[in-house]
């Protein structure tokens, strides 16, 4: 026997050793990818030693390099093998000069033919000597073993081509130039360079690179840096079987464009970019490229790229230098005088800004049929952005958004990525409207296309593609930019100031890195081009939409996404982002400014303006950028004309200078002209007074600042656009009634607003709701058609109103009509200027049947087959009949159950029942699952669970305060008889003896039971037992409680055989603790006041109670139960099927007793411990959970083992299971 205190401490120890087995984790420690560092030395040289070796039945050479040295194997042509050794040492205090070329000159290199291997050492004089009193030389050995270590040899061999390689190295590079063979590497520190090799490979490097462009042959190839990247190009088409790890860096392979593979991506911060014709198979989630090919197994801690290999790549030499810049770099001035930020681009200070070229469409292929200007400027505070984007005739651009960090990007817009520090993958993102609304955020990670970014009007599928990483951005971070916007019939403009003191933020390597980033920024831009009107009669919106870009992202499939990570060359190459150009911040002007500056220039002594008769001269002067004795140039004079031009004022500009006379002895630098522009007005008006009527949702003041409107001159084609811009507002908000119109008078722009209201709901399909209860329902005020003064204000109609009002309408029905099912669908639509809302009502049916069928097995009945069902009936509100039959096809026996069951009240829902049957029921246990008991019995003639039979009556009256809680009271009257085994049959073990059926005590019962059960877990399952709903396991609850409380009074008053009262409870705590890690208890107890009969004791073990202990081991009239889990759970949401898929870990304690009535297990603590039944085990199970009504389907297997005195891992119980326990 156990001490009392193994008994009662090894459950709690073992189960905490479970927990902490199933928790253990690796942490990975990340490192930088950085060269080796070297040292400027001047080394002495010694003497060099050559051999020349007959390359005749030689086909393998072999190296074991143990001290430091480099080794470079070039392939030649001719049959002999040359070897090159170079020695240098790094002068010491210890020897002199002549001392250290004597060490060197007795370094030899040997080689050695064995079975066609040649073997070539290198001899270095100073093995360990002992250093002893009695060794006299000791010092001469330390001497050797200090000039060891600043050894460095150089090995040059040179061999013909066809011969493998098998080179184990200390320290050192190693350069391999056209070997053709087999090539096994070794080296703890050092770079392996492959240039234009064939064959297998087996590389494996502790700390350095592995690079270069190499061949495969047919066979298996491994490569491995434990502290660096690996970068390769591959030559031709030929693939073969690879395994390639790069802890702590990158992997690159640049691959031809039909290269067939199939690859299996790990990086550990998920950053994967694939170039390369690639899907993913669903099956075995590997990237089938071109079809697929052997297997590519690649793993890396930081970046994976595949990339098309192109002959500009494959002949640059892979160690040169490149600077990422060269190609394209984009010089951006610095101003000294800061631009106004009002939206006008007209300032003469955007003359001096970088220019970039025109926007190209998603696939670079033409220039956008909007064209895009854009402006680039900097000083010491701001980084400014001009943006003028044109607009075709009688287009109107999209706008709905207003707020910051609203979902811009649904409306036509501006998108700006900048990165100003290139030490750092991290990049800001900002996204602006015609009419200034911007969203701004930081992007940690870029990746495959997020939906949120999506226009609405997009389809939201996403192909499974390679690239697999998934964007990370931080919308809580603020530019604080400064943002401004203006709109014109031609076009809408923004001006950015953008803080630098936001942008760049100082990292560790800054202050340490001198490099050609400095004062070098990243920067990307793009435009969506969306122009949108609303119908006025038929309420559907026109759309043209137009993707383009400064610098294309390629991408045909996806052109509103701005994010796909791209490829960079040079010191950038490792760098995770999406497409960005190269600025340079300078503080000197543009090549173009300096011609600019060597152009004439002259100074200007007046402006006179002709042809104006409704705009005051002054009031034109005022918007001229150039004044009387500014200096100027014939460029900025057109760029003015083309300014003045575009302005909506004029129909058509001209202009002419006119040389003025220096006076005799006045100190002019510069020569003098007069500026003389004759104008031709169009249609103009002078607003002093704006007006905004009738609008009810937005402020007039709001209104105003978004669409530019003040007291000035207003072209009336200006004052017609802004109308129909207006109007377009309304309806892409969601009033798709909302009109607006303009008028002019004393002075006064007055727009009439009207935001659009119902004259009429319509609803169709409803026989049995009256159509007062759906308008009291959807609480929508309407409009009198009529036009006379209603008693109630109209509700201003828009989208989002309907759809709330819908979603209101809905909730009240469900909770207050029976006949109410759903709301179909709804719209809303213009008849004859009336507006109506129509809604399609669908009502519950009469009758709704379902059915279940029944398959059970079991020893007594043999297979049983039969059906049930249940009609739900609304004859006279809510009623349901049920009814199933079944027979035992061995035992001949018939089984059936029949009720019925009333509903009243739809709020606090009050049911009242009543059955009558004939049943099989499981006298063992009742926590078991069927299935389990059905498969044990059928497939293995192990039939667990003992049976009786009971026949009668019950009625019952439910009472549910809420959908997940009720309180049931049931009266039963029943009779109890015994059930005999009928058959011995089963899958496997066809010719044993199957045991017989325990007896019964029969009689008749007559109870009174009490029922409270409720659940609050976040998933949740039903189960019917004899047409009760019982509220079951599920196996994806993570937290929640779920708990029954049951009183039972049989005999006494009743009558009846029997007498006891019995009492049960069951209670159970799902708590999450971080992730997917959870913690789960469930205690249970069974009490009873008298003896119970045979067919109602209580047992302990196997099912669902004690684990690990033998089926129904313990039997008595109390029991209680202790069942605690810690249960590891994964979730995939799949679509195909569509449907929730995961698996669990777990492991577990249970422990538990029973006792005979008259017993008194609590007198003493040790009594009480003794009679504790405990097991432990472990768990897994996978599960799918069909979206839907239908509960997870689940299949698990469990190891237990019982804690007695015979406990053994050795013997454990192997448990399978359709259900989770709790």
Not at 36 to 48: E, F, H, L, V, Y
Not at 603 to 622: D, F, L, S, Y
Not at 736 to 755: C, G, H, K, P, Q
Not at 1087 to 1100: G, V
Request: with cysteine; net charge negative.
């Amino acid at each position: 026997m156990l001490s009392l205190c193994r008994t009662t401490l090894s459950p709690l120890y073992l189960f905490c050793a479970f927990v902490l087995v199933l928790n253990l984790f690796v942490l990975s420690a990340g490192a930088v990818d950085e060269p080796i560092p070297t040292q400027k030395q001047t080394p002495i040289s010694g003497t060099t030693s050559e051999e020349t070796f007959n390359f005749e039945d030689i086909y393998r050479i072999e190296l074991n390099l143990d001290v430091s040295g480099n080794i470079e194997m070039i392939a030649t042509e001719g049959r002999n093998i040359s070897v090159t050794l170079e020695k240098q040492i790094q002068p010491t205090d210890a020897a002199d000069d002549a001392l250290i070329r004597a060490y060197l000159d007795n370094i030899s290199l040997t080689g050695t033919r064995d079975d066609g291997t040649l073997q070539l050492n290198t001899q270095v004089p100073g093995g360990d000597v002992p250093e002893t009193k009695s060794n006299p030389f000791s010092k001469m050995a330390e001497l050797q073993a200090r000039l060891r270590k600043q050894l460095q040899l150089k090995w040059t061999i040179k061999t013909p081509a066809d011969v493998s390689v098998k080179l184990d190295v200390k320290n050192g590079d190693i350069r391999l130039k056209s070997i053709r063979g087999k090539i096994e590497i070794s080296t703890e520190t050092g770079n392996v360079q492959l240039d234009e090799t064939l064959g297998n490979y087996n590389i494996i490097v502790k700390k350095g690179r592995i690079y270069g462009k190499i061949l495969l042959t047919h066979g298996q190839n491994k490569l491995e840096t434990q502290d660096g990247s690996i970068e390769l190009v591959m030559l031709d088409t030929v693939a073969a079987p690879m395994d390639i790890t790069a802890h702590s860096g990158n992997i690159r392979l640049k691959l031809p464009e039909n290269y067939a593979i199939n690859a299996e991506l790990e990086s550990e911060k998920q950053q994967v970019v694939i170039n390369l014709p690639a899907q993913i198979d669903n099956e075995t989630s590997l990237t089938i490229i071109n079809d697929g090919g052997p297997l590519f197994r690649l793993k890396a801690t930081n970046t994976i790229s595949l990339l098309p290999s192109s002959s500009d790549t494959e002949n640059t030499p892979s160690n040169a230098e490149a600077d990422p810049f060269i190609d394209a770099i984009l010089p951006v001035p610095k101003t000294t005088r800061s631009p106004i930020i009002d939206g006008n681009l007209s300032e003469i200070v955007w003359q001096t800004a970088q220019v970039l070229s025109p926007f190209l469409n998603s696939e670079g292929t033409e220039e956008a049929g909007n064209p895009t200007e854009t402006f680039l400027l900097w000083d010491s505070e701001n980084f400014y952005i001009g943006v003028k984007a044109h607009i075709s005739e009688s287009q109107f651009p999209h706008i709905s958004q207003t707020q910051h960090d609203s979902p811009i990007w649904e409306d036509e817009c501006i998108e700006i990525l900048i990165d100003p520090n290139l030490q750092t993958d991290i990049y800001y993102h900002l996204v602006i409207n015609p009419i200034g609304a911007h969203f701004d955020q930081q992007v940690n990670v870029p990746g495959k296309p997020s939906f949120r970014f999506a226009p609405h009007d997009v389809q939201r599928t996403l192909n499974q593609k390679a690239m697999q990483t998934s964007f990370e951005g931080d919308s809580k971070w603020n530019s604080e930019a400064k943002v401004a916007a203006q709109i014109n019939t031609s076009s809408w403009s923004i001006e950015v100031a953008l803080p630098r003191k936001i942008l760049e933020k100082p990292t560790q390597s800054d202050s340490q890195t001198e490099s050609a980033s400095e004062n070098r920024w990243l920067f990307n831009i793009h435009r969506k081009a969306y122009n949108s009107s609303g119908g006025a009669e038929n309420l559907v919106s026109t759309t043209q939409r137009e993707y383009s870009y400064w610098l294309p992202t390629y991408d045909n499939e996806y052109p509103w996404w701005f994010h796909s990570p791209q490829q960079y060359i040079g010191v950038l190459s490792e760098r995770y982002a999406p497409a960005m150009g190269v600025l340079n911040l300078v503080t000197a002007p543009l090549t173009a400014s300096e011609a600019f500056t060597s152009e004439e220039k002259f100074q200007v002594t007046a402006i006179e303006i002709e042809g104006n008769t409704t705009i005051p001269t002054e009031v034109i002067q005022q918007n001229i950028p150039i004044q009387p004795k500014d200096v100027i140039t014939i460029s900025q004079l057109s760029w003015l004309i083309a300014e003045l031009r575009a302005h909506d004022w004029f129909q058509d500009v001209r202009l002419e200078t006119r040389q003025g006379q220096l006076v005799p002895g006045d100190p002019q630098f510069f020569p003098i002209a007069s500026v003389h522009i004759q104008v031709t007005e169009a249609p103009v008006v002078l607003a002093r007074q704006i007006k905004i009527n009738g609008n009810r949702s937005f402020p007039s003041q709001f209104i105003k600042d978004w669409f530019q409107l003040k007291p000035s001159y207003l072209a009336v084609t200006a004052a017609r656009f802004k109308q129909q811009l207006i109007a377009n507002f309304y309806f892409n908000r969601g009033y798709e009634f909302a009109t607006v119109n303009y008028r002019m008078a004393n002075d006064v722009l007055e727009f009439s607003i009207n935001e659009g209201t119902l004259h009429e709901i319509r609803f169709t399909g409803n026989t049995r709701i009256s159509r007062a209860e759906l308008l009291s329902a959807l609480d929508l005020k309407t409009e009198n058609s009529t036009g006379k003064q209603s008693s109630q204000t109209p509700d201003i109609y828009h989208h989002t109103l309907g759809q709330t009002k819908i979603n209101r309408m809905r909730k009240k029905l469900r909770e207050n009509n029976e006949h109410f099912k759903s709301v179909r669908d709804w719209r809303v639509q213009r008849e004859g200027g009336k507006n109506v809302m129509i809604v399609e009502i669908e009502e519950q049916p009469f009758a709704k049947p379902g059915g279940f069928p029944i398959i059970q097995f079991n020893r007594v009945h043999g297979l049983m087959l039969g059906a049930g069902g249940t009609v739900a009936t609304r004859l006279t509100g809510a009623e349901k009949v049920f009814v199933s039959i079944s027979r035992g096809f061995s035992s001949k026996i018939w089984n059936y159950h029949a009720g019925i069951e009333k509903g009243f009240f739809k709020r606090q829902p009050l049911k009242i029942g009543g059955n009558f049957y004939k049943l099989t029921e499981v006298s063992s246990n009742p926590y078991l699952h069927h299935g389990d008991a059905t498969l044990t019995a059928a497939y293995y003639g192990f039939d667990i669970q003992d049976y009786y039979e009971r026949w009668g009556t019950q009625g019952w009256i439910t009472y549910a305060p809420t959908e997940w809680s009720y309180l049931r009271l049931e009266l039963t009257g029943e009779n109890h008889g015994n059930l005999s085994k009928s058959t011995d049959w089963s899958y496997f073990n066809r010719n044993q003896f199957k045991r017989g059926n325990s007896r019964i005590d029969r009689g008749q019962l007559r109870n009174l039971a009490l029922v409270f059960a409720f659940d609050t877990r976040d998933h949740r399952s039903t189960s019917i037992q004899d047409f009760h709903t019982l509220f079951s396991a599920n196996e994806r609850t993570r937290r929640g409680w779920r708990a029954q409380f049951a009183f039972e009074l049989t005999g006494q008053y009743f009558g009846g055989d029997y007498d006891f009262n019995f009492y049960r409870f069951e209670i159970a705590r799902y708590t999450p603790l971080s992730g997917p890690h959870n913690l789960n208890i469930r205690v249970t107890g069974d009490f009873s006041d008298a003896p119970l009969p045979r067919q109602r004791l209580l047992h302990l073990g196997g099912g669902n109670t004690v684990r690990g202990h033998d089926f129904n081991r313990f039997a008595g009239d109390n029991r209680l139960l202790l069942n605690l889990e810690y249960r590891f759970i994964r979730e995939t949401i799949r679509r195909d099927p569509d449907a929730v898929i995961g698996w669990t870990l777990s492991c577990f304690l249970d422990t538990g007793s029973v006792w005979w009535h008259g017993d008194t297990p609590f007198s003493n603590l040790e009594t009480f411990l003794e009679r504790i039944k405990t097991s432990i085990g472990i768990g897994g199970s996978v599960f799918i959970d069909p979206f839907g009504n239908l509960n997870p389907w689940s299949f698990a297997i469990e190891v237990a083992e019982a804690l007695d005195s015979s406990f053994s891992l050795r013997n454990p119980k192997l448990i399978l299971r359709f259900s989770r326990i709790f």
